[in-house]
């Protein structure tokens, strides 16, 4: 069987200035593949440049937008675009999180993780799909969560928006598989990144924890299956926490 070569194509991460947007930039450049990364932080942003300039033989084009806001997800594609030319791979994977309950919720914050974690998903999806079609191939991966599995108490803002983007890739997938383009939900069970951590998630010890990078190799396994398969859905869970 002869794998999905990555070597110089191009992948679009969103999310991308820290924890699993910035280790699966760190995964692709070990592959060879060109990297058009976005985040909010510009600074998080030009470190990672850095860091990966120094030590692969790979492009990288950055630039800051809210995923959130279509006018700069629109700005960002059309950005690296014209840096990179023909985007080959999309990782949405921009994402917030707070929990508490609905009713105690402020309604702005529980519009807001709705508005990053599907909507930025739907807007940078529609940036990049024409460009896909056109090309006849390509790969998106979705960073869902356990969480668009299965609701729990507080957690009726994040269920919704991971739920959402559970559906939103199923209904892509079918979509648009006969333009030879794979669409894939990865479900990840609680991360030790910064954003895990902010949350106000038990991370418990850290270094028995599911790491970033540790995501990011289930989503280069999936990318570099052949052409003609996919994966669906993925799950990818820590071991033993405590």
Same mark, same amino acid.
């Given at each position: 069987?002869?794998?999905?070569?990555?070597?110089?194509?191009?992948?679009? =991460? $969103?999310? @991308?200035?820290? *924890?699993?947007?910035?280790?699966?930039?760190? #995964?692709? &450049?070990?592959?060879?593949?060109? +990297? /058009?990364?976005?985040?909010?932080?510009?600074?998080?942003?030009?470190?990672?440049?850095?860091?990966?300039?120094?030590?692969?033989?790979?492009?990288?084009? =950055? $630039?800051? @937008?809210?995923? *959130?806001?279509?006018?700069?997800?629109?700005? #960002?594609? &059309?950005?690296?675009?014209?840096? +990179? /030319?023909?985007?080959?791979?999309?990782?949405?994977?921009?994402?917030?999180?707070?929990?508490?309950?609905?009713?105690?919720?402020?309604?702005?914050?529980?519009?807001?993780?709705?508005?990053?974690?599907?909507?930025?998903?739907?807007?940078?999806?529609? &940036?990049?799909?024409?460009?896909?079609?056109?090309?006849?191939?390509?790969?998106?991966?979705?960073?869902?969560?356990?969480?668009?599995?299965?609701?729990?108490?507080?957690?009726?803002?994040?269920?919704?928006?991971?739920?959402?983007?559970?559906?939103?890739?199923?209904?892509?997938?079918?979509?648009?598989?006969?333009?030879?383009?794979?669409?894939?939900?990865?479900?990840?069970?609680?991360?030790?990144?910064?954003?895990?951590?902010?949350?106000?998630?038990?991370?418990?010890?850290?270094?028995?924890?599911?790491?970033?990078?540790?995501?990011?190799?289930?989503?280069?396994?999936?990318?570099?299956?052949?052409?003609?398969?996919?994966?669906?859905?993925?799950?990818?869970?820590?071991?033993?926490?405590?």
């Amino acid at each position: 069987m002869e794998l999905n070569n990555l070597a110089n194509k191009t992948a679009l =991460i $969103t999310g @991308a200035g820290k *924890g699993i947007g910035k280790a699966l930039a760190v #995964a692709l &450049a070990k592959e060879g593949t060109h +990297l /058009g990364l976005i985040a909010r932080t510009q600074s998080d942003l030009e470190a990672l440049k850095a860091e990966l300039a120094g030590q692969y033989d790979v492009k990288v084009a =950055i $630039t800051a @937008a809210d995923v *959130g806001v279509q006018a700069e997800v629109e700005r #960002a594609v &059309a950005s690296i675009q014209e840096q +990179l /030319g023909a985007i080959h791979i999309v990782i949405n994977n921009a994402g917030i999180a707070s929990f508490g309950k609905l009713v105690d919720m402020p309604v702005q914050e529980w519009e807001r993780i709705i508005q990053v974690n599907l909507m930025g998903t739907y807007y940078v999806t529609r &940036a990049v799909l024409p460009g896909l079609i056109a090309q006849n191939e390509g790969s998106i991966i979705n960073i869902s969560s356990t969480a668009g599995e299965r609701g729990f108490a507080t957690g009726s803002a994040y269920n919704a928006s991971k739920f959402a983007v559970m559906g939103l890739t199923e209904a892509l997938m079918q979509e648009v598989r006969k333009h030879n383009i794979r669409v894939t939900a990865l479900t990840p069970s609680t991360v030790n990144t910064e954003l895990a951590v902010n949350a106000g998630l038990n991370i418990g010890d850290e270094d028995r924890m599911m790491q970033p990078e540790d995501v990011a190799e289930l989503a280069l396994a999936a990318l570099k299956l052949p052409q003609r398969v996919f994966v669906k859905t993925a799950g990818i869970w820590t071991t033993n926490p405590q």
